[in-house]
Nanobody, 120 residues
Framework: QVQLVESGGGLVQAGGSLGLSCAASGRIFSINTMGWYRQTPGKLRELVATIASGGTTNYADSVKGRFTISRDSAKNAVYLQMSSLKPEDTAVYYC??????????????WGQGTQVTVSS
């Protein structure tokens, strides 16, 4: 009933920049926290950055100073601007949203993922 669709992934050279977008649609009353996570084969999905409905942000240490997360609550969208990309940033990036679907129920939804590849 809720869908998240990511876009903006691709192949970039080390040191380059790339922007990711994610839009949520469906049965949405409100959205609490939105964020970006990433995963490589053989590893657990890890947090990249989150942004609360009030604008508070949280970043993984590995991306602080290089990535910027933002959101447009009116559009149910979240963005990730990545700069100074490194080969170790290569991963599938997933959009996440904690969506309010009931008075006390906040469900986590995930996008299908978008591949980001950084060449050395």
């Amino acid at each position: 009933q809720v869908q998240l669709v990511e876009s903006g992934g691709g192949l970039v050279q080390a040191g380059g920049s790339l922007g990711l977008s994610c839009a949520a649609s469906g049965r949405i009353f409100s959205i609490n926290t939105m964020g970006w996570y990433r995963q490589t084969p053989g590893k657990l999905r890890e947090l990249v950055a989150t942004i609360a409905s009030g604008g508070t942000t949280n970043y993984a240490d590995s991306v602080k100073g290089r990535f910027t997360i933002s959101r447009d609550s009116a559009k149910n969208a979240v963005y990730l601007q990545m700069s100074s990309l490194k080969p170790e940033d290569t991963a599938v990036y997933y959009c996440n949203a904690n969506v309010r679907t009931n008075l006390y129920k906040w469900d986590d939804y995930w996008g299908q993922g978008t591949q980001v590849t950084v060449s050395s």
